[in-house]
């Protein structure tokens, strides 16, 4: 059983380019959240898709999007990139809405560089 | 609103002795909480959850945690560190929307 998996492991990118972060969800799984953490802090809820529909969402602008995919993995998308950007990028797959009940197996992220 | 707060941020202990990782909680009912632990360069994983159910949760490796109400406290203990039980480690708190807050992490460092 293959865990999830995120792509690129390491992004640099300028202040307001855009980027795409990739997730792939563990096998079996529907859901998938996705979270910020900034530099010594904890993770933030960024957004969760559930069978590729948003389903929840945190305190982050609409230039944070995401999709789901048929096959259950994710993008996520920031658009004008700003230095506060500059974060590890988690995602997480569960099977079904993330809850206290369903488990959430996270990647090791991506770590987004914004100079 | 939901919050936990971690009352450490950088915790050392000798290997061998035991371990205490504090947690506070705020909620306006009765929460879910979690503790999960982050290796470096690895997912987070979970150690262990509170939904309701007995108060002291046994979790994986060795950790437990007992919920308080009384306190809000859900604090993260083991009776003896390893050495690879070093890592950071997240008091998570789950709302009835189910969001997940997390803190703003412990450091845990284990002394040979």
């Known amino acids: 059983e293959t865990g999830v998996t995120q792509s690129p492991t390491h992004l640099i990118k300028t202040r307001g380019q855009q980027v795409t972060l990739r997730c792939s969800s563990q096998?079996?799984?529907?859901?998938v959240s996705w979270y910020q953490q900034a530099l010594g802090q904890g993770p933030q809820f960024i957004f969760q898709?559930?069978?590729?529909?948003?389903?929840g969402r945190g305190n982050f602008p609409p230039r944070f999007s995401g999709l789901q995919f048929p096959n259950y993995s994710s993008e996520l998308n920031v658009n004008a990139l700003e230095l506060d950007d500059s974060a590890l990028y988690l995602c997480?797959?569960?099977?079904?809405?993330?809850?206290?009940?369903?488990?959430?197996?996270f990647g090791p992220g991506t770590r987004l560089t914004v100079l | 609103a939901q919050s936990v707060t971690q009352l450490d941020s950088h915790v050392s202990v000798s290997e061998g002795t035991p371990v205490l990782l504090r947690c506070n909680y705020s909620?306006?009912?009765?929460?879910?909480l979690f503790w999960y632990v982050q290796h470096p360069n690895k997912g987070l994983q979970l150690l262990l959850k509170?939904?309701?159910?007995?108060?002291l949760v046994k979790g994986i490796n060795g950790f437990e945690a007992e919920f308080k109400k009384s306190e809000t406290s859900f604090h993260l203990t083991k009776p003896s560190a390893h050495m690879s039980d070093a890592a950071e480690y997240f008091c998570?708190?789950?709302?009835?929307?189910?969001?997940?807050?997390f803190g703003t992490g412990t450091s845990l460092t284990v002394i040979p």
């Open positions: 096998s079996g799984h529907n859901t």
């Open positions: 909620s306006s009912y009765s929460p879910s």
């Open positions: 997480a797959s569960s099977p079904g809405l993330a809850s206290s009940y369903n488990e959430q197996f």
């Open positions: 898709y559930y069978r590729e529909e948003e389903n």
């Open positions: 509170y939904t309701s159910a007995a108060t």
């Open positions: 998570v708190v789950v709302t009835t929307g189910n969001q997940f807050y």
